[in-house]
């Protein structure tokens, strides 16, 4: 089993910028895969970067140049930088993992991840 707990949520103004962190436990040997979603209320949960354990990030075309999705190996900490923020940007965010090798569209795809975090709040005002 994989544990992940994000934090650095928080609320900001437009235009400003909130980094996210993932910290992972557990049997992180079995991740290959790690990525972050979002979920406002009414709408579905939306796959927003992702990146491969050894790999390039892949981005959502939402967030592609203002979100920035990095990784460290030694401490298992997974990372969001977002940047320009948008009241759009509004959701709760989650961090997850999957055993599996992604690529291309099936990086964000929820459905491909096998363990979550319990999700942090981002709330952006105009």
């Known amino acids: 089993q994989v544990q992940l707990v994000e934090s650095g949520g928080g609320s900001v103004q437009a235009g400003g910028s909130l980094r996210l962190s993932c910290a992972a436990s557990g049997s992180t040997n079995t991740i290959n895969t790690m990525g972050w979603f979002r979920q406002a209320p009414g709408k579905e949960r939306e796959g927003l970067a992702a990146?491969?354990?050894?790999?390039?990030?892949y981005y959502a075309n939402s967030v592609k140049g203002r979100f920035t999705i990095s990784q460290d190996n030694a401490k298992n900490t997974l990372y969001l930088q977002m940047d320009s923020l948008k009241p759009d940007d509004s959701a709760m965010y989650y961090c997850a993992a999957s055993r599996l090798y992604l690529g291309g569209t099936s990086y964000l795809d929820p459905a491909k991840y096998n363990y979550w975090g319990q999700g942090t709040q981002v709330t952006v005002s105009s």
């Open positions: 990146i491969y354990i050894r790999g390039s990030p």
